[in-house]
């Protein structure tokens, strides 16, 4: 929403400031104070220090706050950050570290709050929005879309090919679901319902509208667990699995784990969404013509497109093959040096991109902060005590019956990076207290649903809310397709798992 207030000529501003110093503090700024103070002033529970009550009450304001967000994401995890290193020695350490000769609190917890900044995992996603801005700025990413929607856009089906097969080839190096999907691949197809007069919040909006944007977000979703480039949370789902269970993935492990999966639900999901959401116009020229005429416009492949398009194939290569010779981090930041060598974009393109700035501030602070939680023993404690229930189940019964409550729990969460925060460190500690279970399947197991579970809700991941805002999707219909193709995604990767993971 825009800041500035339009009126006549004549008409008084207020300055935006006084403006905002004038307004009542919202419910939802001080939601996550009065969260982390009640579950403070509640006495510790039976086998938990008191410190790390205290550490887990910030924690869950901070929860809280990214649920709220009443400022930015990256604000809150720095506020949390800033508040534990603050109060570090009544919310991080132990008496027993307190008392050690020569421990100095302020020295210990100034390098845990800057921890997740030296994370290659979080460095990785950076670096991961610049590529992402290498095919926005270099128009290779809407000149993809625009060709398949031309080749294949004659019948509305496999139209709604077209558009997965775009998301699919945008997926494995744009880690922000949001940029591919809404920045890149919804302002081609928006422009296609129209041609058919298929308008947006009206009865029309079923003729061709509703299905194609139905496909595009449902797209994103499966491809954001096929990669483990293709959502940002996935790499910070695999640094939280890494300290929480000391087990890690290569790329190549997490593609070879879904790829069944991912390759059965792309394959279906057009003519799933056909059958259950159907459109009414089957087919016409219009769509590829328009296309075609777009990509006149855009002319003859430029040299920068050609260049991102050999380093980004490249970085592929790297990751795939290189892993057990060359860090995918230090691949990832070669490629960006490359880039800006190369002048596919400029430094000043990436001073500028703020979303990356603020994704590294956003991500390096929950890094720490799920850390921390693991730190202070919080993580163990309701672990043990969650698997206390646990009894009786089988390992395999218990994996299966985790990994549901993990995926349908995202009903109660806005953010994947939130739900990744808060859940992933808990279930795998109660997945590390049962006896049998094989933890490194069970992290892999939780870790690949991040991305389908965006299907679920109008707020379930940063591309739904363009999707559902477009007008093409009733509301009703939205909650009816998210729990119908949440049922369906979630049963066909626990069938899947259970013959290629388990």
Known sequence: MSSVVQGGPGAQKTPKAATERSLPPSWKALAPIAVALVIALVPAPEGLPQHAWYFFAIFAGVIVGLMLEPLPGAAIGLIGVAVVTVLAPYVLFSPADLAKAGFKPANASLTWA??????????????????????????????IALWLVKTMGRKTLTLGYAVTIADVLLAPFTPSNTARSGGTVYPVIRNLPALYDSKPNDPSSRRIGGYLMWVA?????????????????????????????????????????????????????????????????????????????????MGGLTAKEVGLAALVILALALWIFGGDVINATTV???VIALMVI????????????????????????????????NRVGFVKWFADTIGAQMTGFSPTMA???????????????????????????????????????????????????????????????????????????????????????????FTVFIVIAMFWIL
Not at 115 to 134: C, D, K, Q, R
Not at 217 to 225: H, K, M, Q, V
Not at 244 to 256: L, P, Q, R
């Open 114 to 143: 800057l921890s997740g900044f030296s994370n290659t995992t979080v460095w990785l996603i950076f670096a991961a929005f610049m590529f992402a801005l290498g095919y926005e700025k270099t128009g290779l990413g809407r000149r």
């Open 342 to 373: 190369g002048r596919v974009v400029s430094w000043d393109d990436i001073l500028s991109n703020k979303p990356a700035w603020n994704t590294l501030v956003w991500f390096a602070t929950l890094v720490a902060l799920a850390d921390g939680l």
């Open 399 to 489: 994996m299966l019956l985790l990994a549901a409550v993990f995926f349908f729990t995202h009903y109660l969460f806005a953010s994947v990076t939130a739900h990744v925060t808060a859940m992933l460190p808990v279930m795998l500690a109660v997945g590390m207290g049962i006896p049998g279970m094989d933890i490194r399947t069970f992290a892999m197991l939780l870790a690949l649903t991040l991305g389908i579970m965006g299907i679920l809700t109008p707020y379930a991941t940063g591309p739904s809310p363009v999707y559902y805002g477009s007008g093409y999707i009733p509301a009703k219909d939205y909650w009816r397709l998210g729990a119908i193709f949440g049922v369906i995604f």
């Open 332 to 334: 990832a930041i070669g």
């Open 217 to 297: 977000i449902a797209a994103t979703c499966i491809t954001s667990s096929m990669f483990l480039t293709g959502l940002a949370p996935n790499l910070l789902a695999i640094e939280i699995i890494n300290k929480t269970a000391k087990v890690s993935f290569t790329w190549m492990d997490w593609f070879v784990a879904f790829a069944p999966v991912g390759i059965v639900l792309l394959l279906t999901l057009p003519l799933l969404a056909y059958v259950l959401y159907k459109p009414e116009i089957k087919g016409g020229n219009e769509v590829p013509d328009w296309a075609q005429g777009e990509l006149a416009q």
